[in-house]
């Protein structure tokens, strides 16, 4: 059976869906996860790119994917003080987090290598912005939807539901190894807010995908050597710490 089926199937030549993927367009779902950021950022200066004015920027809005969000545009060019067309770790960190969630530097790191820029790993440009807004406002809808108490956190079980409409059949072993990083020692319940949950399932996300590069028949089975095997979870390990 399928390691990532949601239940025993007769063909082993699907899957269950996959996590949220890069959107191809991000208009819709980028504004979705704008609401927060621009309470907190809306007062601040005008666009600056893609004013038309035929100066300043570089680059303008042909940066961004056909159809982007202004929202997003606008929340780029915030934290892009040099006007260089790319921002860091910190400058995504401060684009991405509002006053209702702040992301850690551990899971903007992660992010930015799932996301990275194939120039420039260090930094994003407009089209890996642009792909994670959209993505982020996928994961907020399905945290919202777990999240039954509207707590702002999610507990191991809303956490497996989550996974589990995702078409992550984790085992309750794995699982429960997974939630246990988020252990701060109280004894308390643990919980997961916004962002260990989307560090948790970009982990998981990424490497299923990499298993599935090797899984071409979609069986759920896999045969890796030791440098492969290697190579696929190790980044996920020190990429972001």
């Known amino acids: 059976m399928s390691f990532f089926s949601r239940k025993p199937r ?14 191809d367009s991000y208009d819709q779902r980028g504004q979705a996860y704008s609401t927060s950021y621009q309470s907190n950022h809306s007062q601040q200066q005008q666009s600056y790119y893609g004013q038309g004015n035929g100066g300043g920027s570089s680059y303008g809005h042909s940066g961004f994917p056909p159809g982007t969000s202004p929202d997003v545009i606008r929340s780029f060019e915030m934290v892009d003080r040099d006007r260089s067309g790319f921002i860091d770790e910190n400058e995504l960190q401060q684009a991405i987090s509002s006053g209702h969630q702040r992301f ?28 994670l807004w959209g993505c982020l406002g996928q994961w ?22 989550a996974l589990y409409s995702l078409g992550f059949a984790i085992p309750s072993s794995v699982l429960q190894v997974l939630i246990s990083k988020y252990d701060d020692g109280s004894g308390r319940k643990i919980e997961l807010n916004f962002d260990s949950f989307v560090e948790c399932g970009m982990i998981l996300k990424g490497l299923t995908e990499k298993f599935k590069e090797k899984d071409k028949r979609h069986t759920g089975t896999a045969t890796f050597n030791y440098d492969e095997f290697m190579s696929m979870v190790i980044p996920f390990l020190v990429s972001y710490d």
């Open 10 to 23: 007769s063909s082993s030549s699907s899957y269950a869906p996959s996590a949220p993927s890069l959107p």
């Open 140 to 161: 907020r809808g399905i945290f919202e939807r777990y999240d039954k108490d509207r707590s702002g956190k999610i507990d191991l079980f809303e956490l497996r539901d």
């Open 104 to 131: 850690s530097i551990r899971t903007i790191r992660l992010l930015m290598f799932l996301f990275k820029n194939p120039h420039d790993p260090l930094r994003f440009g407009p089209k890996e912005f642009a792909a």
